[in-house]
């Protein structure tokens, strides 16, 4: 089957790569990427689903990390640091893994740690959280890297492995009688034919557009609306940090993404409530040095009613984007590739292309984005007032139904495994909890009376120490209040 991918970038890059690893020798993929087309390389954050990516976890394919960090100016990543989302000043620490014990009934290890450690520590329940407690990061857990250079990283792969590259503007595409797109025109004249289009054009959307898709707006729940990159040098003598800081402001939040030269940054933010000018204003007064923006963006947090329609995929930002909290863009789009070639693409294009592949697979992939939206908009919900935008977000209500679902439960109980339902991808139960503590939704208290109502508490804190022994060199002891 010929498969033509219009856009490269990260996103179609990676598409590339995974397709012609997974599915080595069985389709003839084509790339179509402008070197017109500047991509901002500001900085970016992954999940773990990079790693595994990289690893062979998907197929039997891996690279060298250390070879992938050094060509990407990448770092090794262990979570995020939260600062001031509850506008007393405070923050907290949440890994990107979860407690051994998230998928039981009741996450017996958050709640000790919780209770007997404070939300300073919590992230000491999970094995990665250890690891940032003692300043270990030696193992590859999650990445910062440059955007652009991980794109560029992937190509080199790609075009070892025999992938068409062809440097080009897609102008238009051309439709068949069924509203399948057949071939694309370049702005060299020449067309593309393909069986198959997978389109990773960004906001541009070009095939999208072509077969119908349309996009469905986040804004009533993730109101941001405009973002300002930006670029930072280093301090001197600076230690590279091993996460990035989301750092809660007056109308947004400002992400600092740490690369091996420099640091990745922007502020996401409501422009209701601030001006580009004040935006500025407000990163050079919070940073204590001046600031030059790379561009301002503009962006309306959504996804497609539909992720594959007639014989198009989308990808990447044509497919969504939910804000750039939590690093969910390349992490959806490494999820979207894996359900896609492992259930759905075959040999043939008849066998590939059938109406109950499309309906099922935007079944699920809808469900992975929709649960990124709902974790995004929990993030919100820490009652910080101290601004007319945070009151705005108080007084209205601005959550998710299913945010607002799990705040009210929370309350009553510590969610276990089974309040969060999604697909694989979707944000579980654990990474939740991280937030939920964070933003005091749930509280030390709590974690402390529903540890004693148990009849094993004794036995919860030697499986505990158990654990925690077992994660660091020598043994540590830990006096509980």
Request: glycine letters at 8%.
């Amino acid at each position: 089957m010929k498969i033509c991918i219009v856009g490269g970038g990260t996103a179609g890059w990676i598409a590339a790569y995974f397709l012609v690893n997974d599915h080595a020798n069985e389709h003839k993929i084509t790339v179509i990427e402008s070197s017109k087309i500047g991509i901002i390389g500001a900085g970016e954050g992954s999940t773990g689903t990079m790693v595994e990516l990289l690893n062979g976890t998907y197929f039997n394919k891996s690279v060298d990390i250390e070879d992938f960090l050094q060509k990407t100016n990448g770092t090794k990543k262990q979570g995020i640091y939260h600062n001031n989302w509850t506008g007393d000043g405070t923050g907290y620490f949440a890994p990107i893994d979860t407690s051994p014990t998230w998928y039981h009934f009741e996450d017996t290890y958050f709640k000790f740690v919780l209770g007997h450690l404070g939300k300073e520590k919590l992230h000491m329940s999970s094995p990665i959280g250890i690891d940032y407690e003692y300043k270990r990061n030696e193992a590859a857990s999650a990445f910062h890297f440059d955007g652009h250079k991980v794109g560029e990283y992937f190509k080199g792969h790609c075009i070892k492995s025999g992938i068409t590259l062809i440097d080009a503007v897609v102008n238009d595409a051309i439709c068949d009688s069924k509203g399948n797109i057949k071939d694309v025109m370049l702005d060299s004249g020449d067309r593309v034919e393909a069986d198959f289009f997978i389109d990773c054009t960004g906001f541009s959307k070009i095939l999208a557009e072509k077969v119908g898709i349309k996009w469905k707006s986040y804004s009533e729940y993730l109101p941001m609306n405009s973002a300002i990159p930006f670029q930072l040098k280093h301090n001197e003598c600076e230690t590279i940090k091993t996460y990035t800081s989301a750092h809660a402001l007056s109308s947004g939040w400002m992400w600092e993404i740490p690369l091996q030269d420099r640091k990745g940054c922007g502020y996401v933010y409501d422009d209701n409530f601030i001006s580009q000018d004040q935006a500025v204003e407000e990163l050079e007064t919070v940073l204590g040095r001046e600031i030059e923006p790379i561009k301002h963006i503009k962006f309306d947090s959504g996804r497609s009613d539909a992720f594959w329609k007639k014989n198009v995929l989308v990808l990447g930002l044509s497919a969504a984007f939910v804000e750039p909290l939590e690093a969910t863009s390349i992490h959806s789009t490494i999820i979207q590739l894996l359900i896609f070639s492992k259930e759905f693409l075959f040999k043939s294009f008849s066998d590939t292309n059938k109406d109950s592949s499309r309906r099922e697979y935007n079944e699920k992939i809808s469900i992975l984005y929709d649960s990124i939206l709902d974790f995004i908009s929990f993030h919100y919900q820490g009652k910080r007032n101290d601004s007319e935008f945070w009151k705005w977000i108080q007084n209205d209500k601005i959550v998710s139904p299913r945010a607002d679902h799990f705040y009210k439960k929370s309350k009553l109980k510590i969610p276990g495994f089974l309040e969060i339902h999604g697909i694989i991808g979707s944000p579980n139960v654990g990474l939740w909890n991280w937030v939920s503590a964070g933003i005091d939704v749930i509280t030390e208290d709590q974690a402390r009376r529903e540890i004693a109502s148990t009849a094993n508490e004794n036995s919860i804190r030697q499986q505990y120490e158990q654990f925690l022994n077992g994660q660091v060199s020598q043994k540590s002891y830990i006096k509980y209040t």
